[in-house]
């Protein structure tokens, strides 16, 4: 093999296992308990890779945290994912699709979509999945005519489950996206 082959089967072998292991990045914000800080492994998936238009504003939902507005918690269904997946499945459409309506009648407000995954796999694995999750319900609200900088995106990964305990019907409550909405 000759030394500029060997050179490309190398890098090309460096990269393959970067991508199967994960590479970190770091997320800007204060680095409150329960939230990633500086320095935190986030994800491996790099969003600006899809052209997500505002993921470096300088307002990140870790900036937010004052503004959310807490008559709106909990009045939007989450929506559910299969596992290992992040697609926003058809059921799961007219969740995302009443949010839109909301923020279309309230040009004031904004939403910060959480992804969630179950306990299953590593909690660097189930940052970016949630992450995935939580920019796939992006995507369709931007689909839907929802300008994204009025949306912003974070993962909690397995951190954060709404139901405690073990085997698929707990699994599947915790694989999902939620909303919060800010001023």
Not at 19 to 41: E, F
């Amino acid at each position: 093999m000759s030394g500029t082959k060997w050179w490309v089967w190398v890098l090309a072998s460096v990269l393959v296992i970067s991508s199967a292991t994960g590479c970190k990045r770091t997320v800007r914000g204060p680095g409150a308990a329960g939230r990633p800080g500086p320095g935190d492994a986030v994800t491996p998936w790099d969003p600006d890779q899809i052209g997500l238009e505002g993921w470096d504003s300088p307002e990140r939902p870790f900036d937010l945290e004052g503004r959310i507005i807490q008559e709106l918690q909990g009045q939007f269904d989450s929506v559910y994912f299969g596992f290992d997946r992040y697609a926003v499945d058809a059921s799961e459409r007219p969740k995302v699709e009443r949010v839109a309506i909301f923020l279309r009648d309230h040009a004031d407000v904004g939403v910060i979509v959480d992804g969630h995954t179950d306990e299953r796999g590593s909690a660097e694995y189930n940052l970016a999945l949630g992450e995935r999750r939580a920019l796939a319900v992006r995507q369709y609200l931007t689909t839907l005519g929802i300008d994204g900088s009025r949306i912003q995106t974070r993962s909690f990964g397995e951190e954060r489950p709404a139901a405690p305990g073990t085997g698929e019907s707990v699994w599947s409550l915790n694989r999902r996206a939620e909303f919060s909405f800010y001023r």
